[in-house]
């Protein structure tokens, strides 16, 4: 589709007031078709055409998950229309009179942080391996995700693992673990990454999930050997973490490469 029939697309998909509401009501969380329904009041069959109008327009994007398919502001590939109409409906609905090219770039570079993709990386008890992921992912896959993680029964971070993180140069002295209820239902996970074993077997339903992926890591919080011996075993994990970390953001930058030269 060339430039001029793009932004013709995305001025009749915002024209209609519904659909309108429609778009903002995914400014904080990935909704189903009933749920948008339920917020405006409007028949699903009615929401069902202005979803399919505004994917259209490169506006939002779907996935299916059993019955149900669910939508979300575009999150990758973001024409610059599309980008340059949500900014200008955002300021515009917050009250904003001079809409300059300055506030208007502000506002874009902010959508293109919004829509990085989210992944969670979850364990049992989020003191040392998931903790090491996010760190992980933080600092190779800057400007493609944000990272996030959490356990199914939080117990604070291990020292071992803030100790063998500060020899990589990495600080988690800020950091502490969290449980996987302040994240469940409260905003979309492009990913969710289980690194340990109970996590996987007895992570709870996990809705507005795009992709669920297993790698396993050994603990070394429960190894059975001496201190020194099991330092060595955190900076083992740690180092393992790191290589998978790497070569999942090198395949996801390649992917990302691939789909931009074949359009």
Same mark, same amino acid.
């Given at each position: 589709?060339?430039?001029?029939?793009?932004?013709?697309?995305?001025?009749?998909?915002?024209?209609?007031?519904?659909?309108?509401?429609?778009?903002?009501?995914?400014?904080?969380?990935?909704?189903?078709?009933?749920?948008?329904?339920?917020?405006?009041?409007?028949?699903?069959?009615?929401?069902?055409?202005?979803?399919?109008?505004?994917?259209?327009?490169?506006?939002?994007?779907?996935?299916?998950?059993?019955?149900?398919?669910?939508?979300?502001?575009?999150?990758?590939?973001?024409?610059?229309?599309?980008?340059?109409?949500?900014?200008?409906?955002?300021?515009?609905?917050?009250?904003?009179?001079?809409?300059?090219?300055?506030?208007?770039?502000?506002?874009?570079?902010?959508?293109?942080?919004?829509?990085?993709?989210?992944?969670?990386?979850?364990?049992?008890?989020?003191?040392?391996?998931?903790?090491?992921?996010?760190?992980?992912?933080?600092?190779?896959?800057?400007?493609?995700?944000?990272?996030?993680?959490?356990?199914?029964?939080?117990?604070?971070?291990? /020292?071992?693992?803030?100790? $063998?993180?500060? @020899?990589?140069?990495?600080?988690?002295?800020?950091? %502490?673990?969290?449980? !996987?209820?302040?994240?469940?239902?409260?905003?979309?996970?492009?990913?969710?990454?289980?690194?340990?074993?109970?996590?996987?077997?007895?992570?709870?339903?996990?809705?507005?999930?795009?992709?669920?992926?297993?790698? /396993?890591?050994?603990?070394? $919080?429960?190894? @059975?050997?001496?201190?020194?011996?099991?330092?060595? %075993?955190?900076?083992? !994990?740690?180092?393992?973490?790191?290589?998978?970390?790497?070569?999942?953001?090198?395949?996801?930058?390649?992917?990302?490469?691939?789909?931009?030269?074949?359009?």
């Amino acid at each position: 589709m060339n430039t001029k029939n793009h932004i013709i697309n995305i001025c009749k998909a915002l024209s209609d007031p519904g659909r309108l509401e429609a778009l903002l009501a995914l400014d904080t969380k990935e909704l189903c078709i009933c749920d948008i329904s339920e917020k405006l009041g409007l028949s699903d069959s009615t929401v069902s055409r202005h979803m399919a109008i505004l994917e259209k327009a490169g506006l939002v994007e779907s996935r299916k998950d059993g019955r149900w398919r669910y939508f979300r502001h575009s999150q990758a590939d973001i024409p610059g229309a599309a980008q340059y109409a949500v900014a200008w409906i955002r300021k515009y609905i917050k009250g904003t009179d001079a809409l300059t090219p300055a506030i208007m770039e502000e506002d874009i570079q902010a959508a293109a942080c919004e829509n990085k993709a989210r992944v969670m990386f979850l364990c049992s008890g989020n003191s040392c391996r998931s903790q090491i992921a996010e760190a992980f992912l933080r600092k190779y896959g800057k400007g493609l995700f944000h990272a996030y993680s959490a356990g199914i029964e939080p117990k604070g971070i291990h /020292p071992m693992t803030v100790k $063998v993180m500060e @020899e990589v140069g990495i600080d988690l002295s800020e950091q %502490k673990a969290k449980s !996987v209820l302040e994240f469940i239902g409260q905003m979309h996970f492009g990913y969710l990454i289980t690194v340990c074993n109970r996590a996987e077997e007895i992570c709870p339903l996990f809705p507005g999930v795009s992709y669920r992926l297993y790698w /396993p890591f050994e603990d070394p $919080v429960r190894a @059975e050997c001496s201190e020194s011996d099991r330092l060595t %075993k955190f900076r083992e !994990v740690r180092d393992a973490i790191e290589v998978k970390v790497k070569q999942w953001v090198d395949d996801y930058e390649k992917k990302i490469s691939v789909h931009q030269k074949s359009k």
